[in-house]
């Protein structure tokens, strides 16, 4: 018994001597080489966030997959110290890789459609959408989602393919918008009176650009009125301010200068029922 836990211990000090260097030499190449990894990936990102300040959540996306690709690279530099062949690995990791591309063929979709939206942009962190749907504001691009805040504060993730293959409406891709608001009043009362009401309610908001003009114009002859639209450009930030001030305050110098605002039949039949 003595001889066999001596031999034992013996194959023990053997196998120390002659692979314990092998494996303290891959357990360096590995934790150095995911600090340098890290490192790699926080230094570009911070290049490209100096260039780009406006794409955060690109710069982040970049961040990941750069460091994700060196993690790769790292595990088989400290595998090849052991002594593994890296033919035999890389064999390996390809057959797993396309085992893995048939089970998961739905994220590595998502995974290129989130490569395709930092390449082309359509949407940025920050930016006000609609898709499915769904309207929020875009809090992140990930690799294979994107995350959006609604104005009710409810986080919707949305997958990257949904962006990149359907209609997406970018309401902040330019830094000004048009507003349009429509107003009806009755047959009988004077459209210029109705015009130049709602004119001078637009004329003193600042807030309204001067170029593009904003226009009044008979937009139609409805069955129970004459609507009357009115369009103006602000710039984006401000659109919703603009936009409920307008409404308030084109109703009131309406009712001021004595015009109609018709009540449509079906109001009119329910408030006598």
């Known amino acids: 018994m003595k001889e066999y836990f001596f031999e034992l211990w013996k194959m023990a000090l053997n196998w120390l001597v002659n692979y314990s260097p092998r494996v303290l030499a891959a357990l360096l190449v590995f934790i150095i080489g995911l600090k340098v990894a890290k490192w790699i990936s926080i230094l570009i990102s911070k290049a490209a966030s100096k260039s780009s300040p406006e794409h955060a959540t690109s710069v982040r996306f970049i961040q990941d997959v750069i460091y994700y690709a060196l993690f790769i690279v790292v595990t088989i530099a400290a595998l090849t110290q052991i002594g593994i062949s890296t033919a035999s690995f890389v064999a390996v990791l390809g057959t797993l890789g396309l085992a893995i591309g048939l ?4 994220s590595l ?71 349009d608001i429509t107003i009806k009043i009755s047959y009988t009362d004077d459209i210029k009176t109705a015009k130049s ?77």
Not at 103 to 106: E, P
């Open 103 to 106: 089970a998961f063929k739905d």
């Open 109 to 179: 979709g998502n995974f290129a459609s989130g490569v395709l939206i930092i390449i082309t942009r359509p949407v940025s962190q920050g930016d006000f959408i609609t898709i499915g749907g769904e309207s929020g504001t875009v809090l992140s691009v990930g690799i294979s989602t994107t995350t959006i805040i609604t104005p009710d504060n409810k986080k919707i993730i949305v997958p990257n393919s949904a962006i990149t293959s359907g209609n997406v409406h970018n309401f902040t891709a330019y830094s000004t918008r048009r507003i």
């Open 197 to 273: 009401a709602i004119k001078s309610v637009i004329d003193a908001d600042d807030r309204v650009l001067k170029d593009p003009a904003a226009i009044v114009v008979v937009s139609k002859l409805a069955e129970n009125g004459v609507e009357i639209t009115a369009r103006m450009w602000c710039a984006t930030s401000e659109y919703w301010n603009v936009f409920f001030d307008m409404n308030e305050k084109i109703k009131e110098e309406t009712q001021k200068a004595g015009l109609t605002i018709p009540i449509p039949n079906y109001l009119i039949k329910t408030a006598g029922e």
